[in-house]
């Protein structure tokens, strides 16, 4: 992984997988932990001071976007997440195999379940718990319809950015693990 800048709270500091990237600009401070084959792109500010931020495998936090916590709750990412450009993950959780959407908040102690697309500008308010493989639209956010059929192309959008950074960039194009090779996408 390409040096950052490690800023720690009270001690503790970041604790990045060595196969994870951190785009430059990108703003790491406190208790964040990422795991192997995630990114997190320029301009992102994640900072766990209070609680702690965790970032699962082949998961993608975008330009520009948000990742803080609460006294009362840590913010939570599963694996094979998309987070698209300047998201807002505000203390709560994705499970495995979301999509939030470019501009999508989401607030404290709320859970998005596995499988589910947060549309874009979508805000889902504080403590709401949607069901796996929903899709949510709106301000708040409603659970329109179920998805189920959604997951594999989620999927493959999380190894498509991995793939990305890993071979299309040159940060560790021997990296191993999963590799993009055109499937759908969302």
């Known amino acids: 992984m390409k040096e950052y800048h490690k800023n720690t709270f009270e001690g503790i500091g970041p604790s990045f997988h060595e196969n994870s990237f951190v785009a430059s600009g990108a703003e790491i401070k406190g208790d964040v932990r ?44 599963g694996d094979y997440v998309t987070i698209g450009h300047g998201a807002i993950i505000h203390a709560c959780t994705i499970e495995d195999h979301c999509l939030i959407g470019m501009g999508a908040i989401v607030l404290d102690g709320a859970v998005i379940g596995r499988g589910s697309i947060v549309a874009a500008g979508s805000v889902v308010t504080k403590g709401t718990i949607i069901p796996p493989h929903s899709l949510v639209i709106g301000t708040p956010g409603k659970v329109v319809k179920s998805i189920e059929e959604e997951m594999e192309h989620i999927h493959a959008q999380a190894v498509k950015y991995k793939t990305l950074w890993t071979e299309g960039y040159g940060i560790l194009p021997n990296a191993g693990g999963e590799v993009y090779h055109g499937e759908e996408i969302v």
């Open 34 to 77: 990422m795991e192997e084959f995630s990114s997190v792109w320029h301009n992102v500010s994640a900072r766990g001071d209070v609680n702690f931020i965790s970032i699962g495998k082949y998961t993608n936090v975008q330009d520009n976007s948000v990742l803080h916590v609460s006294d009362d709750y840590s913010c939570v990412i």
